[in-house]
């Protein structure tokens, strides 16, 4: 078989999976089952996993749709965006979009940034281990060298500004079933940092400086221009914004020691 | 303001100061609980390989109706169209 035909093949069995293409069921002999019906099978198969591991990562989203709507975005989503990566834990990236840009989601205008919570939640359990620094690792640089560093935040982290109370909603749908707490979307928005503290996902709502502060820090700017956007953004207190990203673990290192690092590990001498 | 090295260095001090006494701060924290972990660090299959057989591929569109969950219990004035 050459491989033109080999990724011929592959292709259409990838279209016969998501969108029911008929072209792959041809080249498929009949065994016990007809061929389409097998192939149906795997079809159903892939959709009710990648469904089941979407609604244990939007959980939220889940439980405010129910799980019949649920599983219509779901099957939206993994026609249009299947899975890159074999763990399932990391499938989800995009499903916020979706929702967000969804007609069945218009009278749901909030769905999208709680499902981005949901994710954010979900990278906090799975992002991978960095021991947190101190900050008298910051103490050993002089002025200069500090104002110039730039800061290695953990990989758990997630910033999410919303214009709706996410972390009411969220609190009100982790309740027991039937004791859902309702929400006044009214309450307005709020400025979130999520991320993994002593092995749990954890959030903390942040004010405008400090949020502008750590999404600095998080875009690869230094200690100086990310104290400077944090000032330009309401009242600002840097020595309480340090000791906050030393005190939960968020800060890792330093981006240049960092890049260094995974260029020496990855062989990448450049 | 400029914010200058000197600025920064000092308040660094600040914080290092500050250091024992921050723990006030974490009672704003809060950890999220009854997430389900396990099961989605591999290739999930479900419990057998057939258990997608169960599950008819005939609702394709009958699912826009309505949701059903618990968003009725968001209300505000933000959700009327056009927000």
Same mark, same amino acid.
């Given at each position: 078989m050459s491989q033109g035909t080999l990724a011929r093949i592959q292709d259409e069995f990838a279209r016969a999976l998501l969108f029911g293409d008929e072209a792959a069921a041809a080249r498929l002999v009949d065994d016990g089952l007809p061929a389409a019906a097998r192939l149906q099978i795997h079809r159903n198969h892939l959709f009710h996993s990648l469904t089941q591991a979407l609604m244990q990562t939007f959980a939220t989203v889940e439980r405010l749709v129910g799980e019949r709507f649920f599983a219509g975005l779901a099957r939206a989503y993994i026609?249009?965006?299947?899975?890159?990566?074999?763990?399932?834990?990391?499938?989800?990236?995009?499903?916020?979009?979706?929702?967000?840009r969804h007609p069945a989601c218009a009278a749901l205008p909030y769905l999208a940034d709680v499902a981005r919570f949901d994710f954010a939640v979900n990278l906090a359990w799975n992002a991978p281990d960095r021991p947190a620094i101190g900050l008298d690792g910051?103490?050993?640089?002089?002025a200069e060298s500090l104002a110039g560093a730039r800061l290695a935040l953990t990989p758990s982290l997630s910033l999410l500004h919303s214009d709706y109370p996410l972390a009411a909603i969220w609190r009100a749908n982790h309740r027991p079933r039937g004791e859902e707490e309702g929400v006044d979307l009214d309450a307005g928005g709020g400025r979130f940092m999520i991320w993994r503290l002593e092995g749990e996902a954890a959030w903390r709502?942040?004010?405008?400086?400090?949020?502008?502060?750590?999404?600095?820090l998080a875009d690869g700017h230094c200690l100086g221009e990310a104290?400077?956007?944090?000032?330009?953004?309401?009242?600002?207190?840097?020595?309480?914004?340090?000791?906050?990203?030393a005190g939960q673990g968020i800060l890792i290192g330093f981006r240049n020691a960092v890049a260094r690092m995974s260029s020496v590990i990855n062989g990448d001498v450049s | 303001m400029k914010t200058n090295a000197v600025m920064i260095?000092?308040?660094?001090?600040?914080?290092?100061a500050l250091a024992g006494t921050a723990s006030a701060q974490e009672a704003k924290t809060e950890k999220c609980y009854g997430i389900v972990k +396990? $099961?989605?660090?591999?290739?999930?299959?479900?419990? &057998?390989?057939?258990? @997608?057989?169960?599950?008819?591929?005939?609702?394709?569109?009958?699912?826009?109706?309505?949701? +059903? $969950?618990?968003?009725?219990?968001?209300?505000?004035? &933000?959700?009327?169209? @056009?927000?």
């Open positions: 026609a249009e965006q299947p899975p890159r990566s074999p763990c399932l834990f990391e499938y989800g990236e995009g499903f916020a979009d979706l929702i967000a910051l103490a050993r640089l002089d709502e942040l004010a405008p400086a400090d949020f502008a502060f750590l999404q600095s104290a400077e956007a944090a000032g330009a953004s309401g009242p600002f207190d840097l020595a309480a914004a340090l000791s906050l990203l | 260095a000092s308040a660094l001090a600040a914080a290092l +396990a $099961g989605k660090n591999d290739c999930q299959t479900a419990t &057998s390989s057939c258990a @997608g057989t169960a599950k008819r591929d005939g609702q394709k569109d009958a699912w826009l109706a309505v949701p +059903a $969950g618990t968003c009725a219990k968001i209300v505000g004035a &933000s959700l009327t169209p @056009g927000k």
